[in-house]
């Protein structure tokens, strides 16, 4: 993804490689804030800004073969586990070269040849495949795992009890990581939501933890001690990853609501703790400064140059709309 | 070639494919056991690594279906009733079905999901519903009923080496219909009609089951003078048009024999394409006989008035030939 000599970001699990996916993250998601105002995005669009540090601490312990499901909230997913900035951009602006030839859109980007099982529209509806894929990864018996990633809101769908159940049951090499962002669209989850969700997962016996979502290094700890087990053949793991989403449910939601469900103080002191401050105050003295200059610049222009490509990329033609129904 | 039934068709089929591509997978409930006798002895054969019980959990193990096959499995997920394909729609609807469409066409999803369907033997409304018509306007799902045991292989041969996700629904029944079929392996395409017998007065489109209650049907309405011919359209997902429409046609008339209830139902959908595309041709408005809006009632007398069966057919082509 890089072309600037000066930075080494050939191990994913080092600071500056985890600082440079997170900030890949919010500098595209930020650029989408402002793209979506002008009105030139056709659909909504739900930001991950505020929760980098889960995709991207987790999914520097996978590879390829590995796979990954997603929410509705999904770029962040998308990037971390090595999807094209610039084809996704195509796909949010509905172009022909998007990933998914402009058919999915924001909440459908997927690239299943990087072990990308997609975002999903549907609350919880990745996890289900998640573990479908754990069962194709057992099947395999290579050592891949796959990861589902979604909201507290999901965690109050059945199939997540389902998932453990069975994950516990088959030993499967599943990993649940449920991003405990405080919200479940509109709703404060403490409103929807009994009891800690990591707890849902000891009766069915499989190791859980919860995380420090806004910690970086910490969901790192945390995703390995996970990804190992499920690769040495030693089951499911439930995490709950405590972060907070900074952006509202869906980015236009200012427009049709008519009161706020949060405080701007709760806001400002999440912000307070933004995952991104935190990793610079990590890297301060270990990294040099301009190291971390170096992968501000590249990722710059990695954004500029994912949003060009999509501005400057053709519709679809119409006919397209009847391809790639049966294969 | 030998006389077989329905059933133990299926169950030789079923481990026919899985010796063939041990990427074929059985999973779901009670399949280790074989409620119905489709997947009994498989587990003995082919070990967990291929055939696993499920929970009842059929959020799950849809999702599970489309996960396992968008990373490279076959599987095949019986889902014991249609009535509890409901409870796993999400999957079913949302995932398998347009997951290939919506990301562009970067996987292919090889399912079959298996579901015994029909009324008939007072389970009543949660366990008689035939649901075709409610995966026919999904979009992305392929949908095979089998009318006698020769097409219940070729037709599952298919669904199982299809590169789409198919739902196979298998009347529900002890061992189903009895007929000959061939030893060898073949296949039925998706998407053929087949011509059960020729006729001119009248075209008799029939699914599924109703395909035995049609050809009675016809058997007495030649006594009495008029030829009907019996399609079966063996798939009403990708739906043969080209057979229908040439009979139609050439008969001009049309009675379509569902075990749905009527409303929407692929009786339905056959009737507005006839009508759409073979309207000079017809003599007489065309009569679909389904099952009325309700759910399957429990007492024989009920079930039996709502069902359609051999007489209703015959009154609904005496009411369009008369004259």
Known sequence: MSNADSIDLSDPKSPLALFHRMLLIRRMEQRLAEIQKTGSLPGPVHLYIGQEAVAAGICAHLSDSDWIASTHRGHGHFLAKGGDPRAMAAELYGRSTGICKGKGGSMHVADFSKGIIGANGIVGGGIGLTAGAALAAQLDGK????VAFYGDGAANQGVLSEAMNIGALWKLPLILVCENNGFSEFSPSDTVTAG?????????????????????????????????????????????????????????????LSEKYRSDEEVEEWKARDPLIQMEQFMAGKVSPEQIEAVKADIERIVADAYEFAENSPWPEPATALDDIFA | MARKRMIPVINEVLAEEMERDERVILFGEDVEISLFGDTKGLIKKFGPK????????ETVMTGMAVGAAAAGYRPICHLMYGNFMYTGMDAIANQAAKLRYMTGGQIKLPIVFFLVVGGGRSAGAQHSDVVHPTLMNLGGIKVVSASNPYDAKGLLKAAIRDDNPVVFLQTAGRGGEAGEVPDEDYVIPLGVADIKREGSDVTIVAIGSMVRHALKAAEELEKQGISAEVIDPR???????????????????????????????????????A????????????????????????SPPLEKFVLPDAQKVIDAVLKITKG
């Not at chain 1, 970086?216 to 089951?235: F, P, Y």
């Not at chain 2, 043969?240 to 139902?265: M, N, P, Q, W, Y």
């Not at chain 2, 009508?275 to 429990?298: N, Q, S, T, W």
């Open chain 1, 143 to 146: 050592g891949d795992v796959a």
């Open chain 1, 196 to 256: 800690a969700i990591v707890d849902r997962g000891k009766p069915y016996g499989i190791a859980t933890a919860t995380v420090d979502g806004n910690d970086v290094m910490a969901v790192l700890e945390v995703a390995g001690q996970a990804v190992e087990r499920a690769r040495k053949g030693e089951g499911t793991t439930l995490i709950e990853a405590r972060t907070y989403r900074l952006h509202g449910h869906v980015e236009y939601e200012d427009t049709f």
């Open chain 2, 50 to 57: 291929q055939v696993r019980n499920t929970p009842i959990s």
């Open chain 2, 235 to 273: 798939t009403v997902v990708p739906l043969d048009h080209d057979t229908i429409l040439k009979s139609v046609r050439r008969t001009g008339r049309l009675v379509v024999v569902d075990e749905a209830r009527l409303t929407c139902s692929a009786a339905s959908e056959i009737s507005a394409i």
């Open chain 2, 275 to 298: 009508a759409e595309h073979a309207f000079a041709d017809l003599k007489a408005p065309i009569i679909r006989v389904a099952v009325p809006d309700v759910g399957m009632p429990y």
